[in-house]
């Protein structure tokens, strides 16, 4: 825990840059209706995004200046919502902090996020499908930087979650950027709303932990205040009602660390939430790396390592945690094995790794999660970005069936892509090698239940990560060419302005797992680091439960090259099954056809969500509540059979008291008269 | 002096001769004869016990008198009205029996 | 002259409305007595729209002189008007009233600038009806005397049941009927019980009182300080409980509660967009200010009492207006049934009896009556133009009319309380009040947060994306200048709200605490109230 904080007035900048951009493009888009040349849009955006990053490294640079223990930065800007008094005020800032784990964020998210910008420019410049749609994109790409950059900077949970929502909306917007094809405005749809029920649980556990805070006599939902007095709260229980497995009696921090990390299965795509990602991708190629693979997937685990302190007091949600992590990331490398769709194939892919970030943070291990972040975030999005270019020499045919010999038209892309296939697959000087390495050594000596079932799990899913991205690859890259013959001679690579943002990704996914030398290498004789593992290091003071008792390098060298061999043995099945056989794969699949099927079609888990959720909430609402409850019985019943029914009395009865005769009426009225007096002088 | 009883029956046996009038003529006009009448009992009630209680001289009280007026305005009127919508009623029926005007029904 | 206007801030503001509608209708008469043409319809569109615009700039000053910090009745206007009856003329402002006021001003001139070529038969009965609808709301927010309140309360009914009945769709004698009955029907029983407080009050004080508080620095006597038996003591149309379900019965209709609600679907499709609007954004808040105003203060026993109920039935109402909104064709008709599910949260705010719920609930008073006020002008827009309300007659309408999908999509998150933009900062203040009152109830209005999400955007994917099926929608025409200014004008608020509520916040705060005091105050003690220094409830 950090304590003290140094105020930073610039850092509120860094969210706000890409927010005045975003503004301006919006209003130059909605109000002012003028098209500006794409060079200003381009200057605006990518210029809005550089100022965050740049403000980022001048923050990082300030923060490394201060001692260990109070590495804090903050920037306090106003009270957003305040209400309430005493023991039950509420009140949210609207304020930013930057610690180690902030900043790990913060650069990633402005350093990727403007690379990614200054690819777009190109990407979206030869995109033929929208020719108004230019600035509008960059709009939603600075809104996305805006509301990401609030996530990692928000000093407390409901600023966190503005941020939090902040991507859901941008990435619905840019999911159904192209929103004339149904589908993917129905893509869009589903991202948000299967996000909303992840955020439903989020504010919940927000809610419940404020109210134990208040309750204990500190209404507050800042991280730091959070933490201070987290100790009150950690052994509160909470009674649950009966039918919850397990209880009727569970330890809060639990029940708190369940809803938020359900919170965190929405925007990261894991079991059971993760059916938005893989139609996310029909947003632009850009779109998915920047969000889909690289930032916004990741605000879970970012959500879960923030909230690191709660989650080392609750064993019971971490264990969780991590089975459910491991079961995404065999569930993704496995369908990411049969898709065909190059973006689907990394879409699962992204899907399997943030399970592995869970497993980590499961584990406990949240520096190797964190670090598996930034990786994966580089690799990733060098990945997808070479797959745009893909995409954009194939004009727009996703397909891989349809591809195969590109290496020598597009050799840049190529070797790019070759790189960030090595490093995601564990190769070993690449960065992916050694974050997952890490995760692999925290699944070792994770107390699970199933043991060291759980290790092995881990690496086979490490092998078959090798396995699926190589099997793109070779399909992609090498092989005969199954491109249509006017396409093949009309190929060629993206133009600079998109190749230089991929070079730069290459570097990172080759050197950034340096910044995370691992502590067994570095005590090695011929190393000799004394703190190798500069990465974890410099989390240490923000991340809780990393104390635990190291393994013994000799195991360590053991698992390592447990994950090597496993990496070696997926990259050589690719290479045998589709270069050496390339019959077999088609082979397998056809004397496997059931299950070849089952996996094509994702388990049919969309349409079990369909059938056993949708349908019948839609034909309750429809049947029993709107045409039964509504029209039928309050409607038609009460009000107009009520009314239907005065008509029927006066229509058979009372109107023939109405006899039109003036003298009956006299009649009558001098018998009330007569009555009332009689009534009167009783 | 007539004692007040006498004067009460007497209006009220002239109530009950517009009551009936009004109840069983068939002939408008004297069915509006008839409310006249009424009136007129009512009138006369209200001067009978105006000479019951007629105040001091310093003070006098002259509430039923000054009602008898309003009620004879109102009874002018209330004919002119009346006479008015039996003449158009009788240029519609040539009739003046009140039973033709039943339209009004249901 | 400033002095003279801020001294009668609250009757130019009440009555230069209506003012405005008796002076054209004066030159109408003198018109056609003289012989001189009559006005053209036009002239009286203006008139009415500068008499609105300077309505809502004396809004703006109440705002702006309104002093945040007093928890008093301010801008108290007090004069006898049926002495002896208990009857005064009594206007005042506190932070619960002040943004609703300010919220009809800004509505009525917007609405009436929405209208300019969508309402063009009875042209000056349109803008009579207008105008005398915005003093009836207006006045029924200001008015502190229960006799005088309910007279304001009826007079909104008259303009709102000529302007569904004769502008409204082909079902519109129906809806209007339905609507007057409706609320008729409840009003009625609040009138009974209003008489019995009176009754009340005669028997303690020896006069008739309709007041509801002393005005400041006065003695005389008010409702507030009348016994109202609780049960057992007293003839049972006596107690508390029967008063407030009269009350509440007639609130309950007007806001509306589940299962009071069917008039509001048909009046909402059935009225022209100037109706549906304000019936949407003000005529609702009505039911909920009255709660508020009346409702706890006068029986905050029979209110904790009773409040669960209707926490249930604010609950039933999120979750059953989101599921029946779901599966609606018609776009008016999914509108009104969110509006149903966003006064749930209203309702839910107030009955949670803290500071942030009901501070939240005020506030989401004005965000749902500026976020729906913008979806019902912008389905108007579409409707001027296509002449349906069929969302399957849409689709596509992003490519013709990109700056209506702009809005539209805007307008469309901050109702699904989007955080940044209105909906959300009342939303999320009424769960951390409802949390705190009750997890539970918290947890079930949070799944309101999921279904408003997939209504909307499911009615909006419909409309807006997707292609172009229906060749109508490909020349249709982009928001013109006058509607875009409109949209800004609604969306301002939205982002002001959103980013920065202190202002409102503020104001609305110190009201709310006074008014949890009165409750306090008044309730029975064992009643189990955690009003201001709550012990700490008992975990589930």
Request: charged share 15%.
């Amino acid at each position: 825990m950090v304590t003290g904080g140094t105020e930073f007035d610039l850092l509120r900048w860094i969210p706000l840059a890409p927010l005045l951009a975003a503004a301006l493009h919006g209003v130059l888009l909605v109000v002012v209706r003028r098209t500006v040349s794409q060079w200003v849009t381009v200057a605006i955006s990518c210029g809005a995004v550089t100022v965050s990053f740049v403000i980022s490294c001048a923050a990082f640079a300030r923060l490394v200046q201060l001692p260990d223990e109070s590495r804090l930065l903050v920037d306090h800007i106003y009270t957003w919502i305040g209400a309430g008094v005493g023991s039950q005020a509420f009140s949210t800032e609207l304020a930013f902090q930057f610690d180690p784990l902030s900043a790990v964020m913060t650069l990633v998210v402005s350093g990727v996020g403007a690379l990614i910008h200054f690819y777009s420019w190109g990407y979206m410049e030869v995109d033929e499908r929208e020719d108004k749609g230019f600035q509008r994109f960059f709009c939603y790409m600075n809104l996305f930087s805006f509301a990401m950059l609030l996530l990692v900077l928000a000093d407390n949970l409901v600023l966190m979650f503005v941020g939090w929502e902040g991507v859901g909306l941008c990435s619905y917007l840019l999911i159904g950027f192209w929103y004339s094809d149904r589908d993917n405005a129905y893509a869009g749809s589903k991202a948000f709303i299967v996000n909303r029920i992840g955020d439903l649980a989020f504010i919940v556990g927000l809610l419940l932990l404020f109210w134990m805070l208040a309750d204990a006599g500190h209404p507050t939902v800042g991280f730091q205040d959070i933490e201070r007095y987290f100790a009150q709260i950690a052994d509160v229980t909470l009674d649950l009602p009966g039918w919850l497995p397990g209880g009727p009696s569970y330890r809060a921090v639990n029940v708190v660390g369940l809803c938020l990390f359900i919170g965190a299965c929405g925007k990261s795509a894991q079991i059971p939430l993760y059916v938005w990602l893989p139609d996310a991708m029909a947003g632009p190629t850009p779109v998915s790396a920047l969000i889909h693979a690289a930032t916004m997937v990741t605000a879970g685990v970012y959500l879960v390592c923030r909230m690191s302190f709660l989650y080392a007091v609750a064993p019971e949600a971490s264990e969780v945690i991590a089975w459910t992590g491991a079961l995404t990331a065999t569930l993704g490398a496995v369908l990411a094995l049969v898709q065909t769709d190059i973006k689907k194939v990394l879409a699962y892919s992204t899907m399997s790794q943030l399970g592995f970030m869970f497993v980590a943070v499961g584990c406990g291990a949240y520096a190797a999660a964190m670090f598996h972040l930034a990786t994966h975030a580089f690799m990733k999005a060098l990945l997808f970005l070479a797959a745009g270019s893909v995409i954009l020499a194939m004009q727009h045919e996703q397909n891989i069936d349809a591809m195969g010999g590109l290496r020598r038209r597009i050799p840049r892309t190529r070797w790019t892509f070759l790189i960030g296939a090595l490093a995601l697959s564990g190769a070993l000087p690449f960065a992916g090698f050694f974050s997952k390495d890490e995760i692999l050594v925290a699944a070792y000596g994770a107390e699970v239940a199933g043991g060291r079932w759980f290790y092995w799990l881990m690496l086979a899913t490490a092998g078959l990560t090798a396995l699926y991205l190589f099997r793109l690859y070779f399909q992609v890259f090498s092989g005969k060419s199954r491109v249509k013959r006017e396409l093949r001679d009309r190929m060629e690579d993206p133009p600079g302005s998109m190749v230089v943002p991929l070079y730069a990704l290459s570097v990172l996914a080759i050197f950034a797992g340096l910044a995370g030398f691992p502590q067994a290498w570095g005590d090695l004789s011929w190393v000799d680091i004394e703190e190798s593992n500069s990465f974890a290091n410099f989390l240490a003071p923000v991340l809780a439960g990393t104390v635990r008792e190291p393994l013994a390098h000799e195991i360590e060298y053991r698992l390592t090259l447990r994950a090597v061999l496993a990496a070696i043995t997926g990259t050589g099945l690719a290479w045998w099954l589709y270069l050496q056989r390339p019959t077999w794969p088609g082979k397998i699949s056809s004397s496997f056809r059931r299950l070849h099927r089952v996996l094509v079609a994702k388990f049919w888990i969309d349409e079990i969500y369909g059938v056993l959720l949708v349908r019948p909430l839609v034909a309750i609402s429809d049947r029993l509540l709107y045409r039964g409850i509504d029209a039928w019985l309050i409607d038609g019943l009460l009000v107009n059979g009520v009314a239907r029914g005065v008509r029927a009395l006066a229509a058979n009865g009372l109107r023939y008291v109405q006899s039109g005769l003036i003298q009956a009426y006299m009649f009558l009225m001098l018998v009330g008269a007569v009555a009332i007096v009689a009534l009167l002088m009783r | 002096m007539i004692p007040l009883d006498h004067v009460i029956g007497l209006s009220a046996v002239l109530f009950g001769f517009g009551v009936i009038g009004v109840l069983v003529r068939r002939n408008l006009i004297v069915m509006l004869m008839s409310v006249e009448l009424m009136l007129n009992a009512a009138n006369l009630a209200f001067v009978a016990f105006n000479r019951l209680w007629p105040g001091t001289d310093a003070s006098p009280i002259l509430d039923g008198q000054v009602f008898v007026l309003l009620v004879i305005t109102i009874a002018a009127a209330e004919v002119a009205v009346g006479l008015g919508i039996l003449l158009a009623l009788f240029r519609n029926r040539d009739s003046v029996d009140p039973e033709e005007a039943s339209l009004l029904k249901w | 002259m400033t002095a003279f206007v801020d001294e009668n801030l609250l009757l130019l503001i009440t009555f230069l409305p209506l003012g405005t509608a008796l002076a054209l209708l004066a030159t109408n008469v003198l018109g056609s007595l003289l012989g001189v043409p009559r006005l053209p319809a036009q002239a009286w569109r203006i008139a009415a729209v500068a008499g609105s615009i300077l309505t809502f700039l004396l809004a703006v000053e109440l705002v702006v002189v309104f002093d945040p910090v007093s928890t008093r009745i301010q801008f108290v206007d007090y004069r006898e008007w049926l002495p002896g009856f208990g009857v005064h003329h009594y206007f005042g402002v506190d932070g619960i009233s002040l943004f609703l006021i300010a919220l009809t001003a800004l509505l009525v001139p917007v609405v009436l600038v929405a209208a300019w070529n969508d309402i063009d038969s009875r042209l000056r009965s349109f803008v009579f009806c207008m105008l005398a609808l915005e003093t009836g709301m207006i006045g029924a927010f200001v008015s502190l005397n229960l006799f005088e309140f309910y007279m304001f309360w009826e007079l909104m009914l008259v303009p709102m049941y000529f302007l569904i009945g004769i502008w409204g769709g082909p079902r519109r004698i129906y809806a209007a009927v339905k609507f007057f009955l409706f609320t008729m029907f409840g009003s009625l029983f609040m009138l009974l019980a209003m008489v019995v407080l009176g009754w009340l009050a005669y028997e303690q004080s020896g006069s008739l009182v309709f007041d509801l508080i002393a005005p400041p620095g006065m003695a005389t006597p008010a409702l507030l300080d009348v016994v109202i038996p609780l049960a057992g003591d007293a003839p049972w149309w006596k107690t508390q409980s029967w008063l407030f379900a009269a009350f509440a019965l007639a609130f309950a209709i007007k806001i509306p509660i589940v299962p009071f609600h069917t008039w509001l679907p048909d009046a909402h499709v059935e009225a022209p967009t100037a109706g549906s609007v304000v019936l949407a954004a003000i005529l609702l808040k009505m039911g909920a200010y009255g709660f508020l105003r009346f409702g706890l203060p006068l029986f905050p026993t029979a209110a904790m009492t009773y409040g669960p109920w209707l926490i249930g039935l604010a609950l039933v109402g999120i979750i059953y207006g989101s599921l029946v909104a779901m599966v609606q064709s018609d776009v008016k008709k999914l509108v009104a049934y969110s509006s149903v599910a966003h006064m749930g949260f209203v309702v839910l705010g107030i009955f949670v009896f803290n500071v942030e719920g009901l501070v939240g609930g005020v506030l989401q008073m004005i965000n749902h009556g500026i976020s729906t006020a913008a979806l019902f002008l912008l389905v108007g827009f579409l409707y001027e133009r296509r002449h349906t309300r069929e969302i399957s007659d849409f689709g596509g309408t992003a490519k013709a009319m990109p700056v209506h999908a702009a809005f539209f999509g805007i307008v469309i998150f901050a109702s699904i309380g989007l955080p940044m933009l209105n909906g959300f900062v009342g939303e999320i203040l009424i769960l951390v009040g409802a949390f705190l009152h009750s997890p539970k109830a918290a947890i079930v209005a949070a799944t309101g947060v999921v279904l408003s999400a997939a209504y909307m955007l499911w009615m909006y994917r419909r409309v807006a994306f997707g292609p172009v099926d229906h060749p109508e929608n490909r020349s249709l025409i982009d928001l013109s200048m006058r509607e875009k200014l409109i949209m800004l004008v609604m969306v301002v608020p939205i982002f002001w709200i959103g980013v920065y509520p202190d202002p409102f916040l503020r104001r609305i705060e110190p009201s709310v605490i006074e008014l949890l005091r009165q409750v306090d105050q008044r309730a029975e003690p064992d009643s189990g109230s955690d009003v201001i220094a709550p012990a700490p409830e008992a975990r589930p």
